[in-house]
């Protein structure tokens, strides 16, 4: 199977199934140097464990990290890193049922035509586990950009028809709540709006915000490597993302050129945008404004009510899915997609380096 790679300096070559013996990354071109631990990398996956809350899957997994390679005396020292992360409570016979029809929402009839047989447990290589080398990956980029400076502000901006009130926005509640949402009113109104998908067996899509700040201007490149595009592909290769739009997205199909464009200004001696319509990015670089992206998440697609599919014979018939699924994906999602986000930032950081020639002469000459 091709694609599991990611990144062009900074890279990431997830691996693992959702029900195989364990699960990982490799993540090459890191730096030498880097102070990094496992516990660096386990405070990213304690975010998205599961069995935090009745709205994620009850499945008993601790995700504890095991780095093998890449680090000595604490540091890293340039090699590539390789994490693990023990599978230790597979149900598999759940799913033996799956393997005789197509689960609605899902990569089933994808895999069998493409390679003539599927890993059926859990989704196999396209579960939502997969994610864990992610976000393994995506602490170290993570950590490595705070040293310059650059952070992210990732939360669930929406939940089903919940939305965030901008008038009761509020970084410091995001903990509060097991939605990961700014919002303590927003928060028990989803809350509330997720019981009743629960009574129903059903579930819920939502949408995650990320703010990207500190960024220098000029990451990225202006045709195919587009800063905002190689976002976007980061972004939706998360398997249960459906959307992406930076800065005022869609909507700028109902806007006008003065109503859309970003004047700038200067203050303090710099050069800024008096607004941020464009989300931060202008002809694929960076323009020195915070970046501002959102993902729509799907709702989860196996979900107990009774759904109509094909079995492999073509056969019509009614299906219950079991097993231990979450009802809604989003707060799980939230430190994936900012995972995949610092990865991308790192990256054009790193290829960036070698935009001007004074800079490679400068970095040899000393």
Known sequence: MAGSSYGNIFRITTWGESHGKGIGVVVDGCPAGLPLCEEDIQKYLDRRKPGQSKFTTQRNETDTVEILSGIFEGRTTGTPISMLVWNKDQH???????????????????????????????????????????????????????????????????????????????????????????????????????????????????????????LPVGLGDPVFEKLDANLAKAILSIGAVKGFEIGDGFDVAKATGLSNNDAFITADGQIHKASNHSGGTLGGMSDGAPIIFRAAVKPTPSIAATQHTVNRDGEDIEINIKGRHDPIIVPRAVVVVESMAAITILDALLSNMTAKLDRIIDFYQK
């Open 92 to 214: 598999s016979k759940d799913y033996s049922e799956i393997a005789s029809y197509y689960r609605p929402g899902h990569a089933d009839l994808g895999f069998d035509t493409k390679y003539g047989f599927r890993d059926y447990r859990g989704g196999g290589r396209s579960s939502g586990r997969e994610t864990i080398g992610r976000v393994a990956g995506g602490a170290i980029a993570a950590k490595l950009l705070e040293q310059m400076g650059i952070t992210f502000f990732t939360y669930s901006k929406s939940i089903g028809p919940v939305s965030v009130n901008p008038d009761r926005f509020d970084a410091s509640v995001i903990n509060d709540n097991p939605l990961y949402m700014p919002d303590s009113t927003a928060a028990a109104e989803a809350t509330a709006y997720l019981e009743e998908c629960l009574k129903a067996s059903n579930s819920s899509g939502g949408i995650i915000e990320c703010i990207i700040k500190g």
